[in-house]
């Protein structure tokens, strides 16, 4: 059974670092591109972050280009995202999803929320 | 283009067909594959329809999707209680070079 299970969120102050991780069990993880999505409190879907297969490439939203970073260790089965300078506007439930070629995005783990706030 | 563009909401009575939109443009839907998510209240997404209308197992052949040219449909037909959840288009886009996704669209069975 795939699982994507996220930790690491939380309360953070303007300004504050959080780094994210996503444990992937119950397939294989450097067959597998992925990607971060995140979610405002009553708000849509958002892409942050995409990671190819083998780390070699990385895609960022224009919102978070130059302050998050995208990285997996595939020996660990581990994603990360690494939030820095972060702003109030950064504040969601962050979804770490694995993609399958032809499929797209085809798993969501449950989710971790990071809070940015004085 | 931010978001694929989907009407906010759309409801149904229990047995009916219900469609919701998405329209995008030639950079998204216009030349990659759709997928739709159903995200139920307090829950992460799940997938609903991919590559434009392919379902994965598991879900009801009542769900159903279409394309054409640079909008997309998805159709639910014999509507039940449990199909009211918010409903997610998404395609790559070139321009972005990320996924992008429809703002959604809340789906209420009255």
């Known amino acids: 059974e795939v699982q994507l299970v996220e930790s690491g969120g939380g309360l953070v102050q303007p300004g504050g670092s959080l780094r994210l991780s996503c444990a992937a069990s119950g397939f294989t993880l450097s067959s597998h591109g992925m990607h971060w999505v995140r979610q405002a409190p009553g708000k849509g879907l958002v892409w942050v972050s995409t990671?190819?297969?083998?780390?070699?490439?990385?895609y960022y939203a224009d919102s978070v280009r130059g302050r998050f970073t995208i990285s997996r260790d595939n020996a660990k089965n581990t994603l990360h995202l690494q939030l820095n300078s972060l702003r109030a506007e950064d504040t969601a439930v962050y979804y770490c999803?694995?993609?399958?070629?032809?499929?797209?995005?085809?798993?969501w783990g449950q989710g971790t929320l990071v809070t940015v706030s004085s | 283009q931010s978001v694929l563009t989907q009407p906010p909401s759309a409801s149904g009575t229990p047995g009916q067909r219900v469609t919701i939109s998405c329209s995008g443009s030639?950079?998204?839907?216009?030349?990659?594959?759709v997928n739709w998510y159903q995200q139920l209240p307090g829950t992460a997404p799940k997938l609903l329809i991919y590559?434009?209308?392919q379902r994965p197992s598991g879900v009801p052949d009542r769900f159903s999707g279409s394309k054409s040219g640079t909008s997309t449909s998805l159709a639910i037909s014999g509507l039940q209680s449990e199909d009211e959840a918010d409903y997610y288009c998404?395609?790559?886009?070139?321009?972005?070079?990320?996924?992008?996704f429809g703002g959604g669209t809340k789906l209420t069975v009255l």
């Open positions: 030639s950079s998204n839907i216009g030349s990659h594959t």
């Open positions: 998404a395609a790559w886009d070139d321009s972005l070079n990320g996924v992008l």
């Open positions: 990671i190819n297969s083998d780390g070699s490439s990385t």
């Open positions: 999803t694995r993609d399958s070629v032809g499929t797209g995005i085809d798993y």
């Open positions: 590559g434009n209308n």
